[in-house]
């Protein structure tokens, strides 16, 4: 093993992990914050309206950011949970049990945000679609994972079995990404696309891809600080937990 792996290694203890994590909460804050404002303003006073949409489209802004990070959560979930069964690491299983709120946010976000923008392009603000659906399922899979792991009181036993349980999620990431090539929906298909390129306005996209960088950076910052407590709650009978100046006063 290299010297370099092993320096990176080293931040699978939590006390190394721990301060790392107290450096970074506030660049990403910051980061966050001014994406955040910078993406909402263009969104709503910056890109032209929809010819087809009208100014409803808007919304877009939100919801496709938020529909991207719910599953790129989950994969970085599935990412920590392989990990920590691999390695047997104690920082992998907290960071997965700090991203789940986060991406169940995201993902109630996504669904909200789809119904606002199918009420007056659908006529209604539910149908049983294919990302739909999809979707709603990846949500149920957030909040299953949250219940487990709250119902096992052994922290190190619950990181292992739900692992499991989101490594078996992870299906359903393609089953969402491809459901409007694979199925009859209503759902339109992807405006962005690797292949082919974008088809909106190259204003609409920046705002677009603003406004997803900034809901990446606000995801680290909020996974990073909570992380930071489920370190603290777990190993609160520790040494160095102990000697840590905010713990001391």
Not at 83 to 103: I, K
Not at 199 to 227: C, K
Not at 230 to 249: G, M, Q
Request: aromatic share 16%; no cysteine.
């Amino acid at each position: 093993m290299s010297s370099k792996t092993f320096n990176w290694f080293k931040f699978s203890s939590p006390a190394t992990f721990y301060p790392l994590a107290g450096k970074l909460v506030p660049w990403f804050s910051v980061i966050a914050v001014i994406l955040i404002v910078v993406g909402l303003y263009m969104g709503f006073f910056v890109a032209p309206t929809d010819y087809k949409q009208g100014e409803g489209y808007r919304i877009i802004f939100v919801h496709v950011p938020a529909s991207w990070m719910s599953m790129f959560i989950y994969l970085v979930m599935a990412f920590w949970a392989i990990l920590g069964l691999v390695f047997n690491t104690r920082v992998s299983g907290m960071m997965v049990q700090a991203l789940a709120p986060t991406g169940a946010m995201f993902t109630f976000l996504a669904l909200w945000t789809g119904a606002f923008w199918g009420k007056p392009m659908w006529g209604t603000w539910w149908v049983w679609d294919a990302r739909l659906t999809s979707e709603l399922i990846l949500f149920f899979l957030y909040i299953g994972y949250i219940a487990l792991h709250s119902s096992i009181d052994d922290n190190r036993r619950a990181d292992r079995a739900t692992a499991i349980l989101i490594l078996v999620g992870v299906v359903n990431i393609p089953i969402i990404y491809y459901s409007v090539k694979w199925w009859n929906t209503l759902h339109q298909g992807a405006s962005v696309s690797v292949k082919s390129g974008s088809s909106m306005a190259s204003i609409m996209l920046i705002t677009m891809l603003i406004m997803a960088l900034a809901f990446w950076a606000y995801s680290i910052a909020i996974a990073l600080a909570r992380v930071r407590s489920i370190i603290l709650e777990r190993e609160r009978d520790t040494t160095w937990v102990s000697a840590l100046p905010e713990i001391k006063r």
